[in-house]
C-alpha cells in the first residue's frame, strides 16, 4: 500500500509569479485529499523563496539542473511514494472538486490508467484551452488534435462534450496516472525534453492494454504558453521532431516506413508554408527538426522495440488536415 493515495505534483522553473497565483488555490482545493508536491528544476528566480514560506502546506523536491519537463517529472516521481500521481503544470487554476470524480473513475476502473480533466482557457473561461480541451486525439499520420480544440480553432464550451470518454491521450498540464504504471512505462522520455511528451506516453500505456480517459465532471483553468509560446521557433522544432521521434517509436512495423515518409513530405509543406508567411525561423525550425530526428535515429537515441504493435481503436483513421483544410471542419462533432 502506497503512503499516499494521491500525490499532485508541479514542476516548476523560474515559476514564481505562476506559483503565487496558482498554489494556494490548488492547496485550498487539494489538501485534505491529496499531497501538493513542488519541484523544482534548479530556479534562480524567487521560487524557492516562495515556497519555504509555505510550511507544511507543500513539500519541496530541489533539483542542481533544469532537466526539462520530462526529465524532472522522472527525477521527482521516483521519490514520492503514492498510488496515484497527478502532474499538475504551475499555470493552472483548479476548483473544489476537480480530483475527486477521476479518482472515483480510476478506483472504480482498474483498466484505465490515465485521465485529464475538462481543460479551460484561463483568460477566455467560456472556451477550452489549447493543451487538451476536452480531450486528445490523433489521426493515422500522428496529427494531435482534440474534442474541443482542431489545430488552432478552439471550441466554446457550450456543454456539449460532458460524457466521459476514451480518448489517445491526456494533456500533461493535467495528467493523473496510476504510479504502477508510469513506473511500468519507465516515465517519460526524456530524449523529447518537452513537447509530444505526453502523447507518446499514452501511446505506450495503450500498447500495453492501459486506456486513457477524459472525465468532464472534473473542470481546471489553464493559462498555456507558459514555458514556449505557440509560435516560439524552439515549440516549432519540439513539435516537429517529437512527433516524427513518437511514431518511430510506436507505430507498427506494417505502417511505420508509409507514414515516417508522408509525414517527411508533408512537414517539407509546412516549412514552405511558414517560409511564403514569412515565419523563415519556423521554417528553418522544422528544417532542424528534421535533421534533429536523423541524428536520433543514428545515434540511437530513440528505439523501437519488437513486440507486436497495434494501432489503438482511438485513432482518428482518417486525415484530420484534409478534414480541416480541405472540408473547412473546425469542431470535434462534425469529424466523421
Known amino acids: 500500500m502506497s ?49 519555504n514560506s509555505l510550511g507544511e502546506d507543500i513539500k519541496i523536491i530541489q533539483f542542481d539542473d533544469n532537466y526539462g519537463f520530462t526529465g524532472g517529472y522522472n527525477r521527482a516521481l521516483k521519490q514520492i511514494d503514492a498510488e496515484y500521481f497527478v502532474l499538475l503544470n504551475s499555470d ?16 472504480n476502473n482498474k483498466e484505465v490508467g490515465i485521465c485529464q480533466p475538462k481543460i479551460k482557457g484561463y483568460h477566455q473561461p467560456t472556451h477550452f484551452e489549447y493543451a487538451g480541451a476536452c480531450g486528445g486525439f490523433i489521426d493515422w499520420l500522428g496529427y494531435p488534435f482534440c474534442r474541443g480544440r482542431l489545430f488552432n480553432s478552439i471550441e466554446e464550451d457550450s456543454h456539449q462534450y460532458e460524457n466521459p470518454i ?18 511500468k512505462l519507465n516515465g517519460l522520455d526524456e530524449y523529447f525534453f518537452a513537447h509530444m511528451e505526453e ?13 486513457i480517459m477524459v472525465v468532464p465532471s472534473s473542470e481546471v483553468y489553464h493559462v498555456g504558453g507558459g514555458t514556449l509560446p505557440k509560435n516560439n521557433p524552439r515549440k516549432t522544432y519540439y513539435n516537429f521532431r517529437n512527433n516524427l521521434m513518437m511514431l518511430y517509436k510506436n507505430l507498427p512495423a506494417s505502417k511505420l516506413v508509409f507514414v515516417i515518409v508522408a509525414r517527411l513530405i508533408l512537414d517539407g509543406v509546412a516549412g514552405i508554408k511558414f517560409m511564403f508567411e514569412g515565419d523563415f525561423k519556423d521554417t528553418f525550425a522544422v528544417l532542424k527538426a528534421h535533421l534533429g530526428f536523423y541524428k536520433s535515429l543514428i545515434n540511437g537515441n530513440i528505439k523501437r522495440d519488437n513486440s507486436f504493435k497495434k494501432t489503438p481503436a482511438t485513432v482518428y483513421q482518417k486525415s484530420i488536415l484534409w478534414a480541416y483544410y480541405i472540408k473547412g471542419i473546425r469542431n470535434y462533432q462534425s469529424l466523421k
Not at 487554476?93 to 480510476?106: F, R
Not at 476514451?166 to 513506473?183: D, H, K, P, Q
Request: proline share 2%.
Open 3 to 51: 503512503a499516499i493515495k494521491t500525490a499532485i505534483v508541479i514542476l516548476n522553473w523560474n515559476g514564481e509569479g505562476f506559483l503565487k497565483k496558482f498554489l494556494p488555490g490548488v492547496i485550498q482545493h487539494s489538501k485534505y485529499i491529496a499531497t501538493v508536491f513542488v519541484a523544482d528544476n534548479a530556479s534562480n528566480d524567487g521560487s524557492i523563496a516562495y515556497l
Open 92 to 107: 493552472v487554476e483548479v476548483v473544489s472538486g476537480w480530483i475527486e470524480p477521476i479518482i472515483d473513475l480510476m478506483d
Open 166 to 183: 476514451e480518448v489517445f491521450w491526456a494533456t500533461g498540464a493535467c495528467m493523473f496516472i496510476r504510479s504502477n504504471l508510469y513506473n
Open 199 to 211: 502523447i507518446d506516453l499514452c501511446w505506450r500505456a495503450q500498447l500495453i492494454g492501459q486506456k
